[in-house]
């Protein structure tokens, strides 16, 4: 299960570009908490420390007890925005939540074992690498592992075969396939091209045999015409 990981945040007072360049060279990362239950709020939190807590996080599902003006608020971590041009988190959406608020995430596929298939050449395939699951906070995983081990070439892993965490339900139909063990791809090989015909007018190739003597012209080939006597 997800685990729940403390983060200390404040309250922003002061709004603009400015003042989040301020914030930014302090160290801090501007963000934004919003909910059904909550009033929007702008807050920041320390930079070094969320990024450490997003390195050490195996999932993208982040779920964190804001520590805010001395109360907690259980909250998602909804989307981070990376500057990829010089390095280091822009913003953060954090989503509040109730604990006895169920919740939908996206949680990531895991294939465990290798599959019967695989052996005779066979390629796993993952249809869904995630899956979209309903469940209380304290329930949320941090990935679906699916054994497949006994999978053979062409077949694949629904999701009613799937046994999901207690708490856990997916929307998917019963009869969606999320894995897939793929038949071997055989490269096609080139078919052989036909030799070019000699292009009109064309001279022989150095080497090549002259006409016997006294043999006949081809089918269809012009006659000479006959010299004058």
Do not use: W
């Not at 404040?10 to 501007?30: C, D, F, L, Y």
């Not at 599902?61 to 280091?88: C, F, M, P, T, W």
């Not at 604990?99 to 465990?112: R, Y």
Request: aromatic share 2%.
């Amino acid at each position: 299960m997800a685990k729940i990981l403390d983060l200390q945040a404040e309250v922003r007072t002061q709004s603009g570009t400015g003042a989040v360049k301020r914030m930014r060279k302090a160290g801090n990362i501007p963000a934004a908490l919003y909910g059904r239950k909550v009033k929007p709020s702008s807050i920041q939190v320390h930079g070094k420390t969320f990024a450490k807590l997003l390195a050490g996080s195996a999932s993208d599902n982040i779920l964190v007890s804001l520590k805010i003006a001395g109360e907690d608020q259980l909250a998602l971590v909804q989307e981070v925005q990376h500057d990829y041009l010089r390095g280091g988190i822009l913003h953060i959406d954090f989503h509040a939540v109730a604990a006895d608020e169920e919740i939908h995430a996206n949680v990531p596929v895991v294939m465990v074992g290798e599959a019967k298939g695989q052996k005779q050449g066979g390629m796993m395939e993952a249809i869904h690498h995630e899956i979209e699951v309903r469940c209380l906070p304290k329930d949320l995983p941090e990935s679906i592992e699916i054994d497949v081990t006994h999978l053979e070439v062409g077949q694949g892993v629904h999701v009613s075969e799937i046994k999901f965490p207690a708490g856990v339900s997916c929307h998917l139909g019963g009869d969606v396939v999320i894995v897939m063990c793929e038949e071997p791809k055989v490269e096609a090989e080139p078919e052989p091209t036909a030799a070019a015909a000699p292009a009109a007018g064309a001279k022989p190739a150095a080497g090549a045999a002259a006409p016997a003597a006294g043999a006949k012209p081809a089918a269809g080939a012009a006659a000479k015409p006959a010299a004058k006597k």
